[in-house]
């Protein structure tokens, strides 16, 4: 199992941009990382994640806005996002699937909130 713990959530306005991390307790080698988000009253949604292994797969909402990327040395992955709206307000969390199968992990979230 892995701890994650995310970061870089906040308030910014429509058009802005953050960058969300999620630090591992331990190597994140044997894991596929993903973030998904939860708005109030929605139910927990796919941003970015490893479907399939090695390829990223993006939700069509954020598609050409946000990025995702790891590094491995650091044991953290990130998620660039730019061209926020107030459709992207929501908890994000960082998600941890080993690659050979067994127990997800969480992260606790961090807020994003987009005003217009």
């Known amino acids: 199992q892995v701890q994650l713990v995310e970061s870089g959530g906040g308030l910014v306005q429509a058009g802005g941009s953050l960058r969300l991390s999620c630090a591992a307790s331990?190597?994140?080698?044997?894991?596929?990382l993903g973030w998904y988000r939860q708005a109030p009253g929605k139910q927990r949604e796919m941003v970015a994640d490893v479907l399939r292994r090695g390829l990223i797969t993006y939700a069509d909402s954020v598609k050409g806005r946000f990025t995702f990327s790891r590094d491995n040395a650091k044991n953290t992955v990130y998620l660039q996002m730019n061209s926020l709206g107030p459709e992207d307000t929501a908890v994000y969390y960082c998600?941890?699937?080993?690659?050979?199968?067994?127990?997800?992990?969480w992260g606790q979230g961090t807020q994003v909130t987009v005003s217009s």
């Open positions: 998600k941890a699937t080993p690659i050979e199968g067994g127990y997800v992990n």
């Open positions: 331990g190597s994140i080698f044997r894991f596929n």
